[in-house]
């Protein structure tokens, strides 16, 4: 079945840099690649997503982008403030079976 | 509309006993999931159903029992609770064809 992988677990930086997670998955039929975030104690968000036929999506400060032949997908969060500090997890699915798998989240800190 | 609720939020266990998370969503989405996230952890899916009558195993199935008599509803049952079912467990649903997961609060659960 599907594995998602993704890196680094743990992120630390100032306000106004920029972060990157990244994450690789193992099937190549996965089409389907959202990003959620979980704030201390509250339930997962999306945040953004894509599918396999876009290789890179922007939303205000946040982009994702995708690489099919590497099997690997990147969040880019910019000029980050700290209530983005956050848990985020990449996601990966297959159109028929919908089912999502998680990767093991970044824990993100934006020190002011 | 009220989303995902999940019932109850909080629940304590002993070791062996049997108890059944409540979902219900009031979204008309066909596709629902169970997840448990372990403290510092992603999200492990345990079970899902892509409509009322079918369900399926996700990546940690063992100890759990679902069924989907309605649209609405999708209760998680666990048996004979052990300490390593301790979790954090969240009911999510989906209009399907890989579109965003709503999640539910969440429910604590611990086995003494």
């Known amino acids: 079945g599907e594995n998602v992988e993704q890196h680094p677990s743990t992120l630390s930086v100032q306000e106004g840099d920029s972060a990157v997670i990244k994450c690789t998955y193992s099937d190549s039929a996965s089409n389907y690649f959202p990003w959620y975030k979980q704030e201390l104690g509250k339930r997962p968000q999306l945040i953004i997503d894509?599918?396999?036929?876009?290789g890179e999506k922007k939303d205000q400060r946040i982009a994702v982008t995708l690489n099919k032949t590497a099997k690997h997908f990147s969040l880019h969060i910019t000029e980050t403030q700290p209530e983005d500090s956050a848990v985020y997890f990449c996601?990966?699915?297959?159109?028929?079976?919908?089912?999502?798998?998680f990767g093991t989240g970044t824990r993100l800190q934006v020190f002011p | 509309n009220a989303g995902v609720t999940q019932t109850p939020k909080f629940r304590i266990l002993k070791i062996g006993q049997s108890m059944t998370l409540q979902c219900t969503q009031d979204?008309?989405?066909?596709?629902m999931y169970w997840y448990r996230q372990d403290p510092g952890m992603g999200l492990k899916l345990i079970y899902y159903s892509v409509g009322a009558g079918i369900t399926d195993k996700g990546e940690v199935p063992n100890g759990y029992n679902v069924s989907r008599s309605t649209t609405e509803d999708f209760p998680l049952r666990l048996e004979l609770a052990a300490p390593s079912q301790t979790s954090v467990y969240f009911c999510?649903?989906?209009?399907?064809?890989?579109?965003?997961?709503?999640f539910g609060e969440g429910s604590r659960l611990t086995v003494l």
């Open positions: 999510a649903s989906s209009p399907g064809g890989t579109g965003e997961l709503f």
């Open positions: 894509i599918r396999s036929n876009v």
């Open positions: 979204m008309n989405h066909n596709y």
């Open positions: 996601a990966a699915s297959k159109l028929r079976t919908d089912k999502l798998i």
